[in-house]
């Protein structure tokens, strides 16, 4: 609370009272400190890769090279600039959200077909992880935005291979009860220490831990994946040990 006084004289100058304001300035507090993390992530995760596209592309400019070097270089610059759009594309999204704009475009999709096509892009990305897919046994249909969806289960999918060491294994199992699809993947990567769990979906948290940090990340990930399955009318958790592993979960609903 910010506290203000002051006296209160009668028209002789006498003084009857003191006025005292309390104002609740908490709210203005959160904002400050978001700002704040805002401008250190922006300015960490956005001039990172901004710095290497243009001493890349200088470096393609004035130097000749061979034809494998180039193309490697337009490998790294690609990736590069994907990050950044698609760090962007988070932000961006991030706002939307908070503002209550979140337009879901419903319709029926068969979840096992999602996840398998998510599966497949990231194995293709990843060749020191092992993806283990286990559908439901039938196919099941959710209603949803499939985008959106699919967003969720690539955030998980790239926190579980992010967040765990090469050569390891990540499943992705769907299991299916009446009206309710509940989607798993875990890992047996760094976990979360059970003193940071509470504030795994807040907006740019990240665990404060130097293996973890070292790791490219906004922290955002989880808590717009969070806010559209929550949106979804599902809802989402995790369990997870320290130096063990992490599995995440949702939920959607089916028809
Ligand atoms: P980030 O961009 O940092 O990966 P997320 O919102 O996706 O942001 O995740 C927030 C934090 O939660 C991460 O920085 C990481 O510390 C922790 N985290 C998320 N997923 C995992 C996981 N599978 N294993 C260990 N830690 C995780």
Not at 4 to 23: K, M, N, Q, S
Not at 227 to 247: L, N, P, Q, W
Request: overall charge negative; some cysteine; hydrophobic content about 40%.
């Amino acid at each position: 609370l910010e506290r203000y006084t002051a006296p209160i004289d009668d028209a002789h100058g006498a003084r009857i009272g003191r006025l005292v304001v309390l104002r609740d300035v908490t709210r203005e507090r959160e904002v400050d400190q978001l700002k704040s993390t805002l401008m250190q992530t922006v300015s960490h995760e956005l001039r990172t890769p901004l710095a290497s596209v243009v001493g890349y592309t200088d470096l393609l400019r004035t130097r000749p090279l061979d034809e494998s070097s180039r193309a490697e270089i337009l490998g790294t610059v690609h990736r590069e600039a994907k990050r950044l759009s698609s760090l962007i594309d988070d932000f961006l999204d991030l706002q939307t959200i908070e503002e209550q704009r979140l337009v879901l475009a419903l319709a029926s999709f068969d979840v096992g077909e999602l996840l398998a096509e998510a599966v497949a892009v990231f194995a293709g990305q990843s060749e020191a992880h092992r993806l283990e897919l286990r559908p439901c046994p039938t196919p099941v249909m959710a209603r949803g935005d499939r985008a959106r969806v699919a967003q969720v289960v690539a955030n998980l999918l790239s926190n579980a291979i992010k967040y765990s060491p090469d050569g390891g294994v990540v499943r992705i199992d769907a299991e299916c009860a009446e009206g309710v699809v509940r989607v798993t993947v875990s890992d047996d990567g760094l976990g979360i220490p059970v003193g940071q769990q509470a504030r795994v979906f807040e907006k740019f948290f990240r665990v404060a831990r130097e293996e973890a940090v070292r790791v490219g990340g906004t922290g955002l990930g989880l808590a717009l994946a969070h806010d559209i399955v929550i949106a979804h009318g599902g809802t989402m958790g995790f369990e997870s040990v320290e130096d063990t592993g992490s599995t995440f979960w949702f939920t959607l609903p089916t028809n």
